[in-house]
């Protein structure tokens, strides 16, 4: 691997109680905008809120941005148009209204017939998501989450130890819940996209601590002399290299894909730009810090003194 920084003697740990403080913000952050989606009081897409659906089919290639500019003239701003492959299929995607979903779909077939009339079309479908629906989907997106992280508990304390399985679950669950609150400020919109987008994260993440976790483990046993502190700090800055050759890679991709996706892979790009970052800081400063304050509480616990009760 490409060494951009040479040897590095960053001191990680040192800066644990800053970090530990910036990443409890971060997390009540997340968790505030859980109860918000929950509450149903966030952006959600239709995929959690509930709405209309209906896809097209015209008799010639249409202009995507023309259509988004029809819609938003006639006061659907908030419609997800998309385009499919050949540029004569459309779906536009509609957020339930205040009053209900009766003639949305009719409305759409109206604005576009009457915008785009050299370019007729026919129906091939529509499709209700009704409230109900929207709460199954965010309680199985909820599912999937929990899932996820216990199924990483499992490995990593199969892999090292429970304290690090536990310690890389608390990580991911960190990048996750700072992406959701991101979101949540930026009054992004939630949908099924920006799920599948924190679970791909997750995945991220985890690769990148289990590779900071295994240098732990080696310099753990080829380092015994030295203190746990100093094992870590060599163990993340023997990887630093690796970790950011690796991280810019990914980075250029997602801004690539950020700035030439177009609308619908917008917000996904966005959520893994920003988890890609995280979970980079997660790595260095909130999994490896975690697995040092437990170990040594472990040792300071064991080396307390055992209080003996007088007889009598």
């Not at 920084?5 to 971060?26: N, Q, Y």
């Not at 505030?32 to 929950?38: C, E, L, P, S």
């Not at 060599?234 to 950020?258: G, Q, W, Y």
């Amino acid at each position: 691997m490409i060494e951009i920084l040479g040897k590095t003697t960053i001191d990680f740990v040192a800066w644990r109680r800053i970090a530990f403080a910036v990443s409890t913000v971060i997390c009540l952050l997340g968790i505030v905008a859980i109860v918000q989606i929950g509450r149903g009081t966030a952006n959600l897409g239709i995929d959690f809120a509930g709405g209309t659906s209906v896809q097209l089919k015209f008799s010639k290639p249409v202009d995507l941005g023309r259509i988004r500019e029809l819609l938003a003239e006639s006061g659907l701003k908030d419609s997800e148009p998309q385009q499919f492959a050949g540029g004569d299929r459309i779906m536009v995607r509609l957020k339930r209204a205040e009053g209900g979903q009766a003639g949305m779909a009719q409305q759409v077939q109206d604005i576009l017939s009457k915008g785009l009339s050299d370019n007729p079309f026919v129906v091939e479908g529509t499709n209700e998501v009704g409230p109900a629906l929207g709460k199954d989907l965010q309680k199985s997106a909820l599912w999937a989450i929990a899932i996820s992280m216990l199924g990483i508990i499992a490995y990593i304390a199969w892999r090292f130890e429970f304290k690090f399985g536990v310690a890389a679950a608390i990580a991911t669950l960190h990048d996750v819940l700072a992406v959701l609150g991101l979101f949540y400020i930026l009054n992004g919109e939630i949908t099924l996209l920006i799920v599948t987008a924190l679970l791909t994260l997750a995945g991220y993440s985890l690769t990148d601590t289990v590779v900071v976790f295994d240098r732990i483990r080696e310099n753990l046993r080829g380092r015994r002399k030295e203190s746990l502190g100093e094992v870590i700090n060599t163990s993340i800055n023997e990887v630093l290299s690796r970790t950011i050759v690796t991280s810019l890679t990914v980075l250029l991709v997602l801004l690539a894909l950020f700035a030439l996706g177009g609308e619908v892979l917008h917000d996904f790009s966005l959520a893994l730009i920003a988890g890609v970052c995280i979970g980079t800081y997660s790595s260095w400063f909130v999994a490896s810090p975690i697995v040092y304050e437990w170990r040594t509480w472990e040792r300071t616990k064991l080396k307390a003194p055992v209080k003996v009760k007088a007889k009598g």
